[in-house]
Protein backbone atom coordinates (compact mmCIF):
# COMPACT_ATOMS: atom_id res chain seq x y z
CA UNK A 1 0.00 0.00 0.00
CA UNK A 2 1.00 3.54 -0.40
CA UNK A 3 0.67 6.33 2.17
CA UNK A 4 0.22 10.12 0.93
CA UNK A 5 1.02 12.70 4.41
CA UNK A 6 0.07 15.87 2.95
CA UNK A 7 1.06 19.37 4.89
CA UNK A 8 1.51 23.41 3.79
CA UNK A 9 -2.51 24.27 4.12
CA UNK A 10 -3.57 27.18 5.72
CA UNK A 11 -4.99 30.74 5.65
CA UNK A 12 -3.52 33.25 3.34
CA UNK A 13 -4.49 36.77 2.24
CA UNK A 14 -5.55 37.03 -1.31
CA UNK A 15 -2.99 37.41 -3.46
CA UNK A 16 -0.67 35.17 -1.49
CA UNK A 17 1.47 32.26 -2.16
CA UNK A 18 1.50 29.16 -0.04
CA UNK A 19 3.60 25.22 -1.30
CA UNK A 20 2.09 22.12 -0.51
CA UNK A 21 3.80 19.15 0.20
CA UNK A 22 3.23 15.64 -0.30
CA UNK A 23 5.65 12.60 0.96
CA UNK A 24 4.71 9.38 -0.67
CA UNK A 25 5.11 6.20 1.66
CA UNK A 26 5.69 2.32 1.55
CA UNK A 27 5.04 0.13 -1.90
CA UNK A 28 5.15 3.33 -4.13
CA UNK A 29 5.21 3.09 -7.64
CA UNK A 30 7.79 6.05 -8.56
CA UNK A 31 6.04 5.31 -12.61
CA UNK A 32 3.33 6.23 -11.48
CA UNK A 33 1.59 10.29 -11.75
CA UNK A 34 1.80 12.34 -8.69
CA UNK A 35 -0.62 15.34 -8.70
CA UNK A 36 -3.27 17.25 -6.52
CA UNK A 37 -7.13 17.42 -6.36
CA UNK A 38 -9.24 20.01 -5.18
CA UNK A 39 -12.59 20.00 -3.03
CA UNK A 40 -14.47 23.25 -2.41
CA UNK A 41 -17.96 23.38 -0.62
CA UNK A 42 -20.76 21.51 -2.72
CA UNK A 43 -18.97 21.44 -5.67
CA UNK A 44 -17.20 17.85 -7.47
CA UNK A 45 -13.53 17.19 -6.82
CA UNK A 46 -11.75 18.30 -9.84
CA UNK A 47 -7.94 17.37 -11.14
CA UNK A 48 -6.09 20.72 -10.54
CA UNK A 49 -2.25 19.88 -11.15
CA UNK A 50 -0.31 16.46 -11.92
CA UNK A 51 2.71 15.56 -13.34
CA UNK A 52 4.56 12.20 -14.43
CA UNK A 53 7.46 10.38 -13.13
CA UNK A 54 10.02 12.48 -15.09
CA UNK A 55 8.63 15.41 -14.98
CA UNK A 56 7.97 15.83 -19.05
CA UNK A 57 4.34 16.17 -18.81
CA UNK A 58 2.63 18.65 -16.48
CA UNK A 59 -1.11 19.18 -16.00
CA UNK A 60 -3.20 22.18 -15.13
CA UNK A 61 -6.51 23.07 -14.76
CA UNK A 62 -7.37 25.86 -16.63
CA UNK A 63 -8.01 28.05 -13.85
CA UNK A 64 -5.00 27.60 -12.22
CA UNK A 65 -2.74 28.04 -15.43
CA UNK A 66 0.07 30.71 -15.05
CA UNK A 67 -0.28 30.44 -10.87
CA UNK A 68 0.22 26.98 -9.89
CA UNK A 69 3.38 25.20 -10.32
CA UNK A 70 3.64 21.31 -9.57
CA UNK A 71 6.85 19.12 -9.17
CA UNK A 72 8.37 16.43 -7.97
CA UNK A 73 11.46 14.97 -6.48
CA UNK A 74 11.19 10.72 -7.15
CA UNK A 75 14.63 10.52 -4.74
CA UNK A 76 12.45 11.88 -1.63
CA UNK A 77 9.01 10.25 -3.26
CA UNK A 78 7.32 13.66 -3.19
CA UNK A 79 5.17 16.32 -5.16
CA UNK A 80 4.69 19.97 -4.21
CA UNK A 81 2.43 22.27 -5.75
CA UNK A 82 3.39 25.83 -5.26
CA UNK A 83 0.27 27.82 -5.63
CA UNK A 84 0.94 31.96 -6.27
CA UNK A 85 -1.71 34.82 -6.73
CA UNK A 86 -4.59 32.92 -4.57
CA UNK A 87 -7.84 34.39 -5.04
CA UNK A 88 -10.59 32.79 -2.93
CA UNK A 89 -12.02 30.49 -5.29
CA UNK A 90 -8.72 28.54 -4.81
CA UNK A 91 -10.71 27.94 -1.44
CA UNK A 92 -10.74 24.47 -0.76
CA UNK A 93 -9.36 20.83 0.74
CA UNK A 94 -6.59 20.04 -1.29
CA UNK A 95 -6.06 16.25 -1.75
CA UNK A 96 -2.26 14.49 -2.77
CA UNK A 97 -3.47 11.76 -5.12
CA UNK A 98 -1.15 8.68 -6.90
CA UNK A 99 -1.87 6.50 -9.83
CA UNK A 100 -1.56 5.68 -13.67
CA UNK A 101 -3.71 8.37 -14.86
CA UNK A 102 -5.30 10.63 -12.70
CA UNK A 103 -6.50 12.71 -15.58
CA UNK A 104 -8.90 9.67 -15.79
CA UNK A 105 -9.54 9.39 -12.21
CA UNK A 106 -7.49 6.25 -11.81
CA UNK A 107 -6.20 7.05 -8.38
CA UNK A 108 -3.83 4.24 -6.26
CA UNK A 109 -4.05 6.71 -3.54
CA UNK A 110 -5.03 9.17 -1.61
CA UNK A 111 -3.50 11.75 1.04
CA UNK A 112 -5.78 12.85 3.92
CA UNK A 113 -6.50 16.14 2.68
CA UNK A 114 -5.05 19.73 3.64
CA UNK A 115 -7.08 22.65 3.99
CA UNK A 116 -6.63 25.98 1.80
CA UNK A 117 -8.57 28.87 2.93
CA UNK A 118 -8.15 32.52 0.95
CA UNK A 119 -9.46 35.31 2.94
CA UNK A 120 -10.69 38.02 0.40
Known amino acids: QVQLVESGGGLVQAGGSLRLSCAASGRTDSTYTMGWFRQAPEKERELVAA????????YYADSVKGRFTISRDNAKNTVYLQMNSLIAEDTAVYYC?????????????WGQGTQVTVSS
Open 97 to 109: AVGPSLASSVVTA
Open 51 to 58: VTWSGGVK
